[in-house]
């Protein structure tokens, strides 16, 4: 058998059956020594064969020159030459090399002898039958009825695939959409605390809400995608009296109505150039990373608005244009501009004359652990969403200025456009695959652009927050995610505004969250939130805000 074995070996046309191994040969079994890149079968100019790419093929070799790894010293260096030129059977892999010390399977070397003897049927077909000799056709004869076996085994294979592609073509939703879903499920309440600017926060009962989404994923080009997302949310914030501690995930009204939550379209011009058209719903992250681990858009990581991103980041919402240019594999500069009201043609809204956000990040990552983003937001007539209630200053003099006595009827509320300038500084550095260090420091100058008839003064506000994050993904489990937030909400330290005093005191966000994947569609995450003295005020007392998020994807 040995002196067979040999024979075999030094045949051209079995030599063939070897190297015309592909990634689509087997189903299952792979030697363990295989590499992780598989090489093209065996295909001729016209034809390609398993589930290669056109753009994963390389030309047919024409010469053994042209295989890198392959010497005129090596043993088979003569067959392989041989086979080129009488068969023109030989492919090797997208980095024209052979390999030719890859151990491989029984299967694998019934694919390699089942692609020869199709090319040897073509030759013939092709009356170029005096290329195949007797000797190989009686070795080749041999070695088919020793894989006899296997060659069955595998047709039958390639007939269950080509059974199974079918019914999915048949049954598939689109052929360039993508359907996904996903459902956030919560049971929040407080926990902990007293009264807070007057509110007394044990009045909060335990509340259940969800939030559903159906996403569209759709791809023109394979290299674009057009996004839409469907939506109905009716988790709310339990109130505790300050935009502290509030809920990443929480809806606005609190009903189920089903709308259009985002809808955008990206695509590349160039290899290094992204753009982004958003026609709704827009959000920082849509744009540019936003460098925190824990920030899952609500269903994954932070549990809290402030713990989710950077606040700053908040004043980035509606319609509008985002612009990625990526000068490297490390540094990359954002552009976007997003105008909250760009539908109302009315005063003071529209595209231009309404609320806006424009963002410039510049992101380096030197390596795969550490990544730094340098962000500046100017924004009109918008807010960061959480922090104090001064730290939110168009909302805070909606609710502390009352309308002119000589109004009457239902008066309109008091609303003083306030321009901001945002800085911001995000770090991540991964220690190793179990410790991510992260955080942020944001500072933003707003000022008033009105006096509201001279009921308020023009003035200026300095507004900072920081965080420090620590997170241990894969802990217990893999996929996993536990994470820690230190740090301090929006606070007003400084006000040149005689009706918005600066916040005094300070409170600290403290937030523990542990996000444990139950399986590759479930995640449960319980967590806590606790702030002291909340709204940056030490006559405040502490509150303690839980929450059970559970996470339904597919």
Excluded at 191 to 203: A, M
Aim: proline share 4%; glycine share 8%; aromatic share 8%.
């Amino acid at each position: 058998m040995q002196k067979s074995w040999k024979s075999l070996l030094v045949s051209p046309a079995v030599l063939g059956t070897i190297l015309l191994v592909g990634n689509t040969a087997i189903a299952g079994e792979t030697s363990p020594t295989s590499e992780v890149s598989e090489p093209n079968l065996v295909v001729t100019p016209e034809k390609k064969v398993g589930n290669n790419t056109q753009e994963q093929q390389i030309a047919q070799v024409t010469s053994v020159s042209q295989l890198s790894d392959v010497q005129p010293t090596d043993w088979a260096f003569q067959a392989l030459q041989s086979l080129v030129e009488r068969y023109g059977c030989i492919a090797g892999y997208p980095n024209s090399t052979y390999r030719g010390n890859r151990p491989l399977t029984r299967y694998e070397f019934a694919a390699g002898l089942n692609a020869c003897l199709d090319r040897v049927n073509e030759l013939v077909a092709t009356a170029t039958g005096e290329l195949v000799t007797k000797e190989d056709l009686a070795t080749l004869q041999k070695l088919q009825e020793e894989f006899s076996a296997e060659l069955a085994t595998l047709r039958g294979r390639v007939d269950t695939l080509e059974a199974k592609n079918a019914e999915l073509e048949a049954n598939q939703f689109s052929t360039t959409t993508k359907l996904t879903g996903q459902v956030v499920a919560v049971i929040s309440d407080v926990l902990g605390g007293d009264d807070v600017n007057d509110v007394d926060v044990r009045d909060n009962n335990t509340t259940f809400g969800a939030r559903s989404r159906i996403e569209l994923n759709t791809s023109f080009t394979g290299k674009d995608t057009l996004f839409t997302r469907l939506q109905a949310n009716n988790i709310q914030n339990p109130e505790i009296g300050t935009p502290e501690g509030s809920l990443f995930f929480a809806g606005d009204d609190g009903t189920t109505d089903v709308f259009i939550d985002a809808l955008w379209y990206r695509f590349s011009p160039t290899e290094s150039t992204e753009v982004i058209a958003i026609a709704n719903a827009g959000a920082a992250d849509d744009v540019t990373s936003t460098v925190n681990l824990f920030d899952g858009d609500g269903a994954f990581g932070a549990l809290s608005t402030f713990g989710t991103r950077n606040p700053i980041y908040y004043q980035m919402d509606g319609a509008g244009l985002g612009v990625t240019q990526n000068f490297s594999d490390s540094l990359a500069l954002s552009l976007a501009y997003l105008a909250s009201s760009p539908n109302d043609p009315s005063d003071d809204n529209g595209l231009f004359n309404g609320g806006y956000g424009a963002l410039a990040q510049l992101t380096f990552q030197p390596s795969d652990r550490f990544t730094v983003g340098l962000t500046y937001i100017n924004a009109y007539n918008q807010e960061l969403g959480t922090g104090s209630r001064r730290a939110n200053p168009i909302s805070f003099l909606q609710s502390e200025l009352t309308p002119p006595a000589d109004v009457t009827g239902e008066p309109e509320p008091v609303s003083v456009p306030f321009s901001n300038n945002s800085y911001g500084l995000q770090a991540s550095f991964q220690f190793s695959d179990h410790l991510v260090l992260g955080g942020w420091v944001g500072y933003t100058n707003a000022k008033n652009l009105s006096t509201q008839g001279g009921t308020i003064d023009r003035g200026k506000l300095d507004i900072w927050n920081w965080a420090v994050t620590l997170g241990f993904p894969d802990l217990g489990t893999k996929g996993s995610l536990a994470g820690i937030i230190v740090g301090m909400e929006p606070k007003v330290t400084s006000s040149s505004i005689d009706q918005i005093n600066e916040d005094e005191d300070t409170s600290y966000h403290i937030e523990a969250f542990y996000q444990y994947q139950v399986s590759d569609n479930i995640t449960i995450t319980p967590g806590v939130i606790w702030l002291t003295a909340p709204d940056h005020n030490n006559n405040n007392n502490d509150a303690i805000v839980g929450a059970l998020r559970t996470t339904f994807s597919f």
